[in-house]
């Protein structure tokens, strides 16, 4: 009895093994095969898993319609099928694999330069998204650390893509412990009014001593009429 358990067990194992090997490609085949095996959209041979990580976990992929540019959306599937299609569409060609950023290791103010220079001029200094002519630069609040490596490497949409030539891997640390840091600027030397800037700052400052003034005031009139 405990045998032919043990077989029903093998058996169940072997069949989750089997459709969790064959799901990735019946997937794509319901999900993606519509545009990318059609001169529709970009073939995916040779992207790697790296982009179809990126593609799908952001919810950029599936795109709804043709002719739009994909944005970041709730995800549908399960981790499972997600792993699947990444699975499968590295099968495809060789590519990339899913890069494993450390931006522990990365120096603030060189990812601070760095986004400067080569992110800013579209996703602004405290990466809260930006306009360029026929496309939206997104926030970046919502990107995991792995999610910025393959942006910066894919270059998605309008977006350039930084080879390691132009960004090596540790300048992409920076970057991204960087990008960390603006979700929550250390704000000492001001207070925090949504991040404007010195002007506002200023203006609430001599709110309170105008405040603080009147409450002077109000004490000296109450004494002298006392
Ligand atoms: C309605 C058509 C459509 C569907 C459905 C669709 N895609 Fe796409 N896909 C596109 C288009 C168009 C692009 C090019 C996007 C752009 O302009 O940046 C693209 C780009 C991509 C890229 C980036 C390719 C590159 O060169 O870096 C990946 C990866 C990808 N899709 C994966 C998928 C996967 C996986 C699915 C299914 C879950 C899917 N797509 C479903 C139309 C589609
Ligand atoms: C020319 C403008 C431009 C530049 C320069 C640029 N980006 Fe982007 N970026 C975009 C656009 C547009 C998208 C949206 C792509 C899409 O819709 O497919 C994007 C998407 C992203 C995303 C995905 C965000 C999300 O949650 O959807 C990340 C992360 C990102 N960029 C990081 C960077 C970093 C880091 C740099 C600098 C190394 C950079 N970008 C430089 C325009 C730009």
Redesign the pocket.
């Known amino acids: 009895m405990p045998r032919r358990l043990t077989g029903i067990a093998a058996l169940a194992a072997l069949v989750l093994v089997a459709t969790g090997a064959t799901s990735g490609k019946h997937?794509?085949g319901q999900?993606?095969a519509?545009?990318?095996d059609t001169s529709?959209?970009?073939s995916?041979r040779g992207?790697g898993a790296l982009?179809?990580d990126?593609?799908?976990r952001t919810g950029?992929?599936?795109?709804?319609?043709?002719g739009v540019q994909?944005h970041r959306s709730r995800v549908t599937f399960s981790e499972a099928q997600i792993r699947a299609?990444v699975a499968y569409?590295a099968s495809l060609g060789k590519g990339p694999a899913v890069p494993k950023p450390q931006p522990a290791r990365g120096n603030l103010s060189a990812g601070m330069q760095l986004f400067t220079d080569h992110c800013a001029g579209c996703h602004q200094v405290l990466a809260e998204g930006g306009l360029v002519t026929g496309a939206v630069p997104p926030a970046l609040g919502d990107a995991t650390p792995v999610q910025i490596a393959e942006a910066v490497r894919?270059g998605?949409?309008v977006m350039p893509r930084f080879t390691k030539h132009a960004i090596s891997d540790r300048q992409l640390d920076s970057i991204i412990r960087y990008v960390e840091y603006t979700r929550h600027p250390d704000d000492s030397g001001g207070w925090s009014i949504g991040h404007i800037g010195p002007v506002p700052e200023g203006l609430v400052t001599w709110f309170i001593a105008i405040v603080v003034l009147l409450g002077v005031c109000f004490a000296a009139g109450k004494r002298l009429r006392a």
Do not use: R
Not at 60 to 66: F, G, I, N
């Open positions: 997937l794509f999900e993606c519509q545009c990318h529709k959209a970009p995916l992207v982009a179809a990126f593609y799908v950029y992929m599936p795109l709804a319609h043709l994909p299609l569409v894919i998605p949409y």
